[in-house]
């Protein structure tokens, strides 16, 4: 036998049923973090300084500040990205709508006919011989109201506004990611066109040893062994040069596009790829922050956190959906046969007030599933979420490692290129003087062209990897007056202020 309980109490214990228990951050990082206060790719361990405020100032290139202002002023992805954030705040709106009564009026009108009716008396017809018409209108004023009595609207409510704040933080990395990608795209284009004229410079020096090599073998004093591979050498880096434009036509492209720009590749860029100091230095590692550090700046990162907790919040609605539901209806409604202006009669109004409280029985397994799929995306959500920080954390550590081989590397090739210059001056002489054959005089001359290509090509990866790892950091910048890239509570705030409210 079933012993009565105290509404109270049964309340109590459904609250407790329905508490949100899902899984935290913590619950997946703290086994992989081990209390990490530092990058594992540094070679000493001081603590670092915090993130710089502005990573165009490390770059100090006036030219690059441009492009990116005027990329995340016309850039179509952005916009997109934009207009994203503006659909995710009017969805949170209308999940917040959910709460508040809803008020609707309806009016209609019928026109019906009588038909002919009437009879004869004494030879005279009583009656009508012709149909008659009426209108009858009808209005209705109708408002229903579900009660929040267990918070479930309340956790959509705040779900809804979590995933706006996500989707916030979303542009928030788009902006970031935009930035890095011009830089990057600008520094590869300068690179793709000082490519070129190093081909055309080949070229030139091509035929220039081909003229003497032709004067000399008129002279008898080169063979014809020295005449074909001059042409070849020449025929070579014609080739290598017709490769170079390519690449630097559709570089300027893809450099174009990024800035909401026709694709026309007449973009200017830098004479020369600009030198950048190291960030690490001997005995202390500057502006790199800490591995916990990022997971409050990284705006992809506070987007998937803001994702669980919404996560976490629709499984606490879909656990009081079990609950009973109470509503409230009110309507009234008024009927006229004579004129329009009659249903506006207030005092004609027949009104009435229901109050429900349903308690669902019996829904065919959808409740529980729905609250098993909501578990689901919570776990799946949190996974996404250590997935991201993982991530995060392995894009820094690349970074921070390739910063100080590609300095290494292009330090070797910078010796190496002025030891080509000078091995290429060498041999020519020699070549003139008789003392080396042509087989050496043009070998020296590809050495030399292709270390000032690989040169070239390590300066622009490094640049372009400093940049990776500012993007990696989630380090802000500055455009103008404006502070890119901020963390902007607007959205979550206003969702975190009705809860409190409601």
Known sequence: MLRPVSLC?????CTLMVGCATPGPKQVLDPITADRASWAALTDDRPTEPVTENWLDDLADPMVEDVIETALLHN???????????????QARITR?????TLGLSASTTRGRNPPGGFLLGGEFIGSPDP???????SRLELNWEIDVWGRLTDLTRAGYLDAAAQNFDY???QLSLAGNTAQNHYALTAARLQRQLAERDVETGEANLRVIQRRYQRGISSSLDLRLARSSLASSKATLEQRQQQELETARGLEILLGRYPAADIVTRDALPNIAPILLTGSTTALGTPEALLDRRPDIIAAERRLKAAGLRVSAARKAFLPALSLQASAE???????????????????LIGNATQPLFQGGRLIAGERSAKATARAALYDYGNTVLTAWREVEDAIAAERFL??????LALGFQEAVAVEEITRRRYLAGTVNIFDFIDSQQRRIQAEGQLIDAKRARLSN???LYLALGAPFIIGEEAIVTADKGIEGEGSALGEAL
């Open 97 to 101: 709508a959910d709460q508040l009564p």
């Open 407 to 412: 300095s290494l590397r292009e330090d070797a």
């Open 172 to 174: 928030a990395a788009a």
């Open 9 to 13: 109490a049964w309340v109590t214990a």
């Open 132 to 138: 008659t018409y009426f209108n009858e209108y009808r």
């Open 334 to 352: 008024e009927q006229s046969g004579s004129a329009f202006s009659d249903i506006l009669d207030i005092d004609a109004l027949t009104t009435r």
């Open 76 to 90: 179509l992805d952005l916009a997109a990205s934009a207009a994203r954030v503006q659909s995710a705040r009017e």
């Open 466 to 468: 400093r940049v990776d």
